[in-house]
């Protein structure tokens, strides 16, 4: 496992003073691109290469949210690579070694050029270790979309929204998502599946259903098709 010792900044919690979900997100993001970093197949190897590793889905079970001032260690390892998809673990623990935060996520490897997925080779991933599956309850990937959905107010894809990929960053989309949750909607579990990358000046239009365990948030094109969609557990 490849890990960093933290600890939580103001800037990184909400009202209750507790590390939010997107900073988890960040802490879980910084983590692997560090190590790709470190193994020296990080960014600047990629764009080399024209290559792109774009997130796919995400499902984060947060057992407790780390809080103001906390020393975290956050972890990640590359548990398979298929075809054009690459699987991996991450976890947020503790000061007593205590799992805050794990998750599983998939990438896939896109060609910048023709912007198509392309199958792995050794020179993607010679500075990865295979390690063992995180042993949880792997959710689907796919996400079904509630029928009775329910629109909200479009709003504009802005500058801060994007990152180096110039595309919304996955982390982006869990923030702007956050905000049609009902009040005092505790997250217990996140599941998201990204379909296709909102740019710059795009319009997306949120569409949300609520259940008794679940919110489940469509951000959508002005045609309805879903950039991402987001279920939160309670």
Avoid at 23 to 30: C, M
Avoid at 47 to 75: A, C, D, F, H, K
Avoid at 199 to 224: F, H, R, S, Y
């Amino acid at each position: 496992m490849y890990s960093f010792n933290s600890r939580v900044r103001y800037s990184e919690i909400n009202k209750d003073k507790q590390l939010d979900l997107a900073s988890i997100i960040n802490y879980f993001q910084d983590c692997s691109t560090f190590q790709s970093e470190d193994n020296g197949i990080g960014l600047s190897y990629l764009e080399e290469r024209n290559r792109v590793w774009l997130m796919y889905s995400w499902q984060i079970i947060v057992n407790r949210y780390p809080t103001l001032g906390e020393n975290i260690t956050t972890g990640t390892w590359a548990y398979d690579f298929k075809s054009m998809y690459g699987y991996r673990n991450f976890i947020i623990k503790d000061s007593n070694d205590q799992i805050c935060a794990v998750a599983n996520s998939i990438w896939v490897l896109l060609d910048t050029k023709t912007h198509r997925p392309v199958r792995i080779t050794e020179d993607d991933i010679h500075g990865y270790t295979i390690e063992e599956k995180y042993n949880m309850e792997y959710a689907p990937r796919k996400i079904k979309i509630p029928k009775d959905l329910k629109s909200y107010d479009s709003f504009t894809v802005i500058k801060s929204n994007l990152d180096t990929n110039d595309h919304v960053n996955n982390g982006q989309y869990i923030k702007m998502a956050e905000e049609y949750l009902p009040s005092e909607f505790k997250i217990k579990q996140l599941r998201a599946e990204y379909r296709m990358s909102a740019l710059l000046g795009d319009t997306i239009i949120p569409m949300v259903n609520e259940t008794k365990d679940t919110c489940t948030v469509v951000l959508g094109d002005t045609n309805g098709k879903p950039y991402t969609v987001i279920e939160f557990e309670r």
